[in-house]
């Protein structure tokens, strides 16, 4: 019976994972669905290859933390990680994600 149980939970489990890939965005942290060229949380772009190609084209600014050109509309720096708009944000707020 426990068995069974742990079956079912299982199979729950995986099918929540296909009905909607998702994976975690490697500068804010945030969830995101797949397939997404860029991150709805952060704005930042998740393939280096379009930023060869469209990159430059967009508007950058300088990190105020690490002084690197990022996207002008991105929420986090992709270098240090720093958030732009909302530097109050924690570290704690990150763990809870997990
Ligand atoms: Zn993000
Ligand atoms: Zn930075």
Not at 30 to 46: D, G, I, Y
Not at 61 to 67: D, E, H, L, P
Request: proline share 2%; net charge positive; glycine share 2%.
């Amino acid at each position: 019976m426990q068995n069974d149980a742990l079956h079912s939970l299982m199979n729950l489990k995986s099918t929540a994972i296909q009905r909607k890939r998702m994976k975690k965005c490697p500068y804010c942290f945030e969830v995101v669905e797949e397939p997404a060229a860029r991150c709805v949380h952060c704005l930042q772009f998740f393939i280096d290859s379009l930023i060869d190609a469209d990159y430059r084209s967009l508007d950058k600014k300088k990190c105020i933390f690490c002084g690197k050109k990022i996207l002008s509309e991105a929420k986090i720096c992709r270098f240090c990680r720093h958030w732009l708009d909302e530097v109050n944000r924690t570290a704690d707020d990150i763990d809870k994600i997990d």
